[in-house]
Every structure is written in C-alpha cells, then in structure tokens.
C-alpha cells in the first residue's frame, strides 16, 4: 500500500499540492498516495486525528490551518517557532512533529532560482499578516542589510517587528513613511493582489536594481507585478516557485529526498498560461 499523505484546508479544491507532490514521486521513484482533506474550522484535530489513524504519515496544511497546526503539533522547529504556524506535519513514532517551509520556500526561489541574493540588500516585506511571519525568519538568516514591514496599521509591523528581535532586527513602518526611500527587494506578502488591488505603496520605491516579488500567484502578471513593471523594476517574479519550492521542502522532510523544482514549475506555468 502506498504511504499516504494530505493537504488540509479550507477551502482546499483549488490546491496544486497533489499534483506537485505526485510529479516529485515520479521523478524519485517514491510510492505515495497524496490527496486533499477539507476540513469545517474548529474540527482541524478531528479531521487531522482521522487521518492519522487510517495511516497517514504526513500533511500539508493550508488556509486556515496553520495556526491550528502548530498547536497540534508535539514538537516544532525554529523556522515554526518564529512563525508561530506550520505548513507541514509529520507522524511518526505517535508524536507530531511540526516545521515551516514557507519561508524556506521563498528563499530558495529567490537565491537559487532567480540568482538573487538576499545577503547584504535591502529588503522591504508588504504586510503584517500570517504570510509575512512564516517567512521572516528564514530571510533574516540569510543576513540582508535591513529588513522593513510596511503596513496599513503600523501597531501590526511594530508587533512582528518586535516579536522577531530574537532572529535578527526589523524595522517597521506606514506606508507613506516609504517616500523618498528605495530597496534591493520588495516582497508583497499582503492580499492585494487577489482581490486585484495595490498595497498604497508611494511612487518611487522601485528601481532599476529592484526585485519586485508577489507571494501570490497568477495568470499574468500581479496588480502589484504591474506596479513594479510601469515603474521599470529590473526583476519581477510571482509566487509560483515559492509554492513548488516550499512542497519540495516538505517532501524531503517527509522522504528523504531533494526533488527537482524546475520542471515541476515550468509545468504548472504552462498550465496557468
């Protein structure tokens, strides 16, 4: 019988997880059964529980679950700590064991696949939210010159800002206390972009040496992708990598292997095309 592992959510139909994760099993000769799980909010240890008795070794765990999970875990990573959410469960041995490869994800595309480095840059994070958390401490160890939070509500940046002094400094600030200044990096880790909206970002953050990065995903490029387009940002990437990078994590912790992200990547664009 194959090993079996889930994505948990609400609401999980729109996930790519199990075709990323069967592509993975494919190329490393690795026998899995991976499927989707819906769970109703305040039954997440109910469904999570199920599933662990009928033999599941693992789960992905999405909106709005993260939070959920690592209170369900036994043991948790430093990467989860900091974030206080997991992404990824594993069961072995009749404990719970809880990471975040959220941020790792995000690196990774980033450093490895886009060829820019986050050391010594100036990075600017779009957000306050559970996104901007999960992948803070993974950036702070990649030692960049500064690390900002712009947010609508500034108590919210200063509160993470403050929450993460252990893993490196962070600054925080309005948005409008933006103008005049410019960054290496700019990451939207807000919600924008899927509701077709801009973050209220001034004109002139964005230069010819930018990276502009969307954690979201999409058919073309972002509302904030497009931002960054007009004012002639010299790189623009969505979050499509980040989300292959970040299950690729989560198999290795599961079986053991690297997989390859390229051509799992080139295959879900083909497909949002």
């Known amino acids: 019988m194959s090993n079996r592992y889930a994505v948990i959510g609400n609401p999980v139909s729109h996930s790519q997880s199990p075709f990323i994760h069967s592509e993975f099993a494919r190329a ?30 693992g789960l992905n765990v999405t909106l709005p679950f993260k939070g959920d999970a690592y209170k369900f875990a036994h043991e948790v990573t430093e990467r ?46 779009l957000g306050a939210g559970g996104a901007v958390r999960g992948v803070l401490e993974p950036i702070l160890e990649q030692k960049p010159a500064s690390v900002t939070i712009a947010n609508r509500t500034l108590i ?9 002094k252990p893993w490196g400094e962070v600054g925080a600030c309005g948005y409008e206390q ?6 290496d990096i700019i990451i939207n880790g807000t919600s924008t972009s899927l509701n077709n909206e801009l973050p209220p970002l001034p004109e002139g953050v964005f230069t010819a040496r930018t990276l502009a990065y969307d954690m979201v995903y999409s058919k073309g490029l972002t509302p904030f992708l497009k931002r960054a387009q007009a004012e002639n940002a010299g790189m623009l990437a969505d979050g499509l990598g980040m989300l292959v990078e970040q299950a690729a994590e989560s198999f290795h912790i599961w079986r053991g292997v690297q997989p390859d992200t390229r051509k799992v990547t080139n295959m879900l664009r083909e497909v949002l095309a």
Not at 28 to 57: H, M, P
Not at 81 to 109: H, M, Q, S
Not at 178 to 183: A, E, I, P, S, V
């Open 28 to 57: 490393t000769n690795q026998d899995i059964a991976y499927e989707k799980l819906f769970a109703e909010v305040g039954k997440f240890n109910e469904v999570v529980s199920e599933f662990v008795r009928a033999g599941g070794l």
């Open 80 to 125: 989860a700590r900091a974030a206080e959410a997991v992404n990824t469960l594993t069961f072995r041995d009749g404990k719970v064991f809880g990471d975040n490869t959220d941020g790792v994800g995000l690196v990774r595309d980033i450093v490895d696949n886009l060829d820019f480095p986050i050391a010594g840059h100036h990075v600017l994070i």
């Open 156 to 164: 919210k940046a200063e509160s993470i800002a403050h929450h993460f």
């Open 178 to 183: 933006l103008k005049g200044r410019t960054f």
